[in-house]
């Protein structure tokens, strides 16, 4: 995809539309973008962080999706943003394994987005449910880009999840966190943090599923993240069955499409503009 494309592709319109999931009874709040009134073809899915939600994707969506002309649809896992609350406390050990094979493919059902009519755009622990998801369906995906994604807990990911614990106690964190959680802000931090930190999980991999994945795959990953090393982009690009391209950012943490959005958008149109031409 060419610079040119891209900015014809900012040219155009994008419709919202905010709806409401139900998930084996757990309402999860989710958005469709549609580009210049498209209704059919591949659709972007875009999966939140371990603290995110729609919101805290900023416009990067609607960027992407502009850039490429394809529809996007994000949605807040239960205990985020606007979407039903989780209990306060740690998670099982294999919850991003439910997320990835049990929520997703319910999720994608339920709004009509089938097998092969998807491209999954996971940040951080959405990168891992992408992967998953992958390994559980690998004929399904048309492709996954994952953004800081965990395949292995690393030592400097503890380090990381113990700065943000001490960064909750000793700052404002919550109160920003909660201009975007509201009353699920404790949830969604502690559901994230005390799992992490509770030692069983330091064993915690998904590196045995990867050959599992078939689908292309962009590995994008911030020189600089504060959550992981280049080790988790090379066991994703090792492993895994199909084509696999890594991308390192330069003079980025752990947030590529927004640290280096420019460069990210630009990376991710292009594997998308390739994925779709090679069918």
Not at 109 to 128: A, M
Not at 132 to 158: G, K, N, Q, S
Request: hydrophobic letters at 40%; one cysteine or more.
């Amino acid at each position: 995809m060419t610079d040119r494309d891209l900015e014809i592709g900012n040219q155009g319109t994008l419709a919202t539309e905010d709806l409401d999931l139900d998930i084996g009874g757990i309402r999860l709040k989710a958005r469709w973008l549609t580009p210049n009134g498209v209704d059919t073809g591949p659709v972007l899915v875009f999966l939140h962080e371990g603290l995110g939600c729609i919101r805290m994707w900023k416009d990067f969506p609607e960027r992407l999706c502009r850039a490429t002309g394809l529809r996007g649809f994000l949605y807040e896992r239960q205990g985020f943003g606007g979407s039903d609350p989780i209990p306060v406390g740690p998670r099982p050990l294999d919850y991003l394994h439910t997320e990835g094979e049990q929520v997703l493919p319910q999720v994608l059902d339920q709004v009509g987005i089938r097998p092969r009519q998807h491209i999954l755009i996971g940040h951080s622990d959405g990168g891992t449910i992408a992967l998953l998801f992958a390994a559980a369906r690998p004929m399904e995906p048309l492709a996954a880009i994952t953004e800081a994604a965990h395949v292995f807990v690393e030592d400097v990911t503890i380090a990381g999840v113990l700065e943000a614990k001490t960064a909750w106690e000793t700052t404002n964190l919550r109160d920003r966190l909660a201009h975007y959680h509201g009353e699920n802000v404790d949830g969604a931090f502690h559901g994230w943090n005390t799992t992490w930190l509770t030692p069983p999980f330091k064993g915690w991999t998904m590196v045995d599923e990867l050959p599992a994945i078939r689908c292309p795959l962009l590995v994008i990953q911030g020189e600089e993240d504060e959550y992981g090393t280049q080790m988790q982009v090379e066991e994703i690009l090792r492993w895994s069955s199909g084509p696999a391209e890594g991308l390192m950012v330069p003079n980025c943490a752990h947030v590529p499409h927004l640290q280096a959005k420019d460069s990210v958008l630009g990376a991710m149109g292009e594997f998308i503009d390739r994925v779709l031409r090679q069918g």
